[in-house]
């Protein structure tokens, strides 16, 4: 993979010319984009499609629910053909199981590629006194521990962790697990409402695969500029 192919940029705006906007400046910058709770909310599945164009979409919806809820959720989300979905491991093994079946089947009905399903771990937004406010066991890296151990065996394709527990979890997991990160803050960022953060060089130095990236390229000036600084330094 190249540098810039392992950078997703999330496209968190309601609006859905500024998401045409940053997707068509990004377009060949970039690995591809991500979509998420706010675009999706406000504008629905075929406006981001047709808005986001042919680049490689990770459809981010942290699908949290009973198994058959969020298996129909995964199928329906297909139909934005995603490169990458996800749902939260604390869901449990049953529900992720379910996530799982419905990707490989529903691609297989749709004769789509099959998207890489994830799980996401402990918010990156977290730390060890959040986890204990809602009753989680932590340190935060022994709970992505456990929650990336669990998703592997439930059949997902890798997780979504924070920098901190890469190297912990490239070790867990093995070398074909997929490591998503988000948190990551080049130098000259502001580290914004993310706690557990590091340099996209490092994420990718202690084995990250992909990178969520997203106010430090999409809050600059000029986007672009911040986007190829970002893979001049990986
Ligand atoms: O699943 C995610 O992408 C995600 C998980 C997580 O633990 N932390 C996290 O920040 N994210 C997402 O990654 C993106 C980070 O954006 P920036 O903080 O602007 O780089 C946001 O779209 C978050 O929703």
């Known amino acids: 993979m190249t540098p810039k192919e392992r950078i997703f940029v999330p496209i968190d705006t309601p609006d859905i010319k500024r998401a045409a906007d940053l997707a068509r400046m990004l377009s060949g910058e970039v690995g591809g984009v991500k979509i998420g709770k706010e675009l999706f ?4 599945p075929d406006a981001v499609r047709n808005a986001i164009g042919g680049e490689p979409l990770f459809v981010d919806l942290k699908f949290h629910d009973i198994p058959n809820t969020v298996a129909g959720a995964i199928r329906a989300s297909l139909h934005m053909r995603p490169f ?6 604390s869901g449990g093994k049953a529900m992720m199981q379910a996530a799982a079946e419905a990707a490989r089947e529903s691609s297989e009905d749709l004769g789509v590629p ?3 399903v994830l799980g996401v ?3 990156t937004s977290m730390d060890d006194s959040d986890l204990a406010d809602v009753g989680q066991k932590g340190p935060a890296a022994e709970q992505v521990k456990r929650l990336a151990l669990l998703a592997q065996e439930s059949g997902l394709d890798g997780v979504v962790c924070s920098s901190r527990e890469i190297a912990l979890l490239r070790k867990a997991c093995g070398p074909d697990f997929t490591l998503v990160v988000p948190g990551i803050r080049p130098l000259w960022a502001s580290a914004d409402d993310q ?3 590091m340099t996209p060089a490092d994420a990718i130095k202690e084995g990250a695969d992909y990178l969520v990236i997203g106010r430090p390229i999409t809050a600059a000036d000029d986007p672009v500029a911040a986007a190829r600084r970002i893979v001049a330094e990986l």
């Open 41 to 44: 909310t406000a504008q629905g």
């Open 84 to 89: 990458m979905v996800n749902v939260h491991a």
């Open 114 to 116: 099959r998207p890489l």
């Open 121 to 123: 771990t402990v918010l």
């Open 195 to 197: 706690k557990r953060i």
